[in-house]
């Protein structure tokens, strides 16, 4: 068994044993351990020390479909020599690996077919977790991109790590980890996509995981109830609130002045809620963009 999975310690092992025979009194996971560490088959990992820090709090996921996580692995060379970006998609709730994708390069728009596969399969999740990088997120206001606005107007939140804050996608950043320990290179894209598929599967349907008390992740998942329409449905503000569209250059008419907003939501139209004199909070939808202050020709970004 550690053979066919050496890179799995002796919990995981010792309870695939157990699945495939309950009738035969398997050794404790410890006992295990040290039979495969007289055999010279343990793999001795280094901890790094953890440094404490503060952290921005990510909402309560408990249930399968109230986030998804989202991220490329960092690339690497196949065997051709040419460089592959595996996409990928988690359920945080159930750990289910839904997506894992092999692409040449970081696009925006593969990355929404990917999303866009996902929705019509399962469901469609509250939120959907990612860092601060492309095509994800932007520098610009509210850190708003092309696909977080696709998300929004399809009534997603897009939640967004700190800056440098991996552990605030912990579970993500532990199956990227099992990813690279246990991924075999390709020869190309295609066969890449296939290896990618084979870890997905055992990942979700045959590795017993300790933190989900050695359930399989497809024990826990399913589907969202929420299903994807298909098309975007219409943007409907309150009565008093202001309307604007943003022009194709990211700005909108504002008291006879353009104010810059953000190129990612050209076409879009955006509510202004006043909350105090001459003060405007702007919304896509219900997701807050930032704030323009009296007598201001810029938006202030929100703290979101």
Not at 45 to 52: A, E, I, L, T, W
Not at 150 to 176: D, S, V
Not at 238 to 254: D, L, Y
């Amino acid at each position: 068994m550690k053979e066919a999975h050496d890179k799995w310690g002796p919990k995981k092992l010792v309870e695939l044993l157990r699945i495939d025979d309950p009738s035969v009194a398997w050794p404790s996971p410890s006992t295990a351990g040290q039979w495969l560490d007289r055999l010279g088959l343990v793999n001795k990992r280094r901890f790094k020390r953890r440094h404490s820090s503060v952290h921005r709090e990510m909402r309560e996921a408990n249930e399968p479909n109230k986030t998804w996580c989202a991220d490329y692995k960092g690339q690497f060379k196949m065997l051709n020599a040419q460089m592959c970006y595996p996409l990928t998609v988690t359920d945080h709730a159930s750990r289910l690996i839904l997506a894992c994708r092999a692409h040449p390069k970081i696009m925006t728009q593969p990355v929404k077919q990917a999303f866009e596969r996902l929705f019509q399969e399962y469901g469609m999740p509250e939120v959907i977790r990612s860092d601060n990088g492309v095509p994800f997120a932007s520098p610009g206001l509210a850190r708003m991109s092309t696909l977080a606005v696709w998300w929004i107007r399809l009534g997603i939140y897009p939640e967004r790590t700190m800056p440098g804050r991996p552990a605030q996608n912990g579970r993500h950043e532990r199956m990227h980890r099992s990813l690279k320990l246990e991924l075999p290179l390709g020869e190309n894209l295609i066969e890449q996509q296939l290896l990618l598929e084979h870890f997905r599967h055992e990942f979700n349907y045959i590795r017993p995981h300790e933190a989900l008390g050695m359930k399989r992740p497809g024990d826990l998942y399913v589907p969202s109830t929420r299903a994807y329409p298909g098309c975007l449905p219409d943007v409907e503000y309150a009565a008093e609130m202001e309307v604007r569209s943003v022009r194709q250059n990211g700005s909108i008419m504002w008291k006879g002045k353009l104010v810059f907003v953000s190129e990612a939501l050209s076409g879009e139209r955006i509510g202004l809620k006043e909350v105090e004199d001459d003060v405007w909070d702007l919304y896509l939808c219900d997701y807050p963009l930032g704030r323009l202050g009296r007598g201001m020709s810029r938006v202030q970004a929100s703290n979101v």
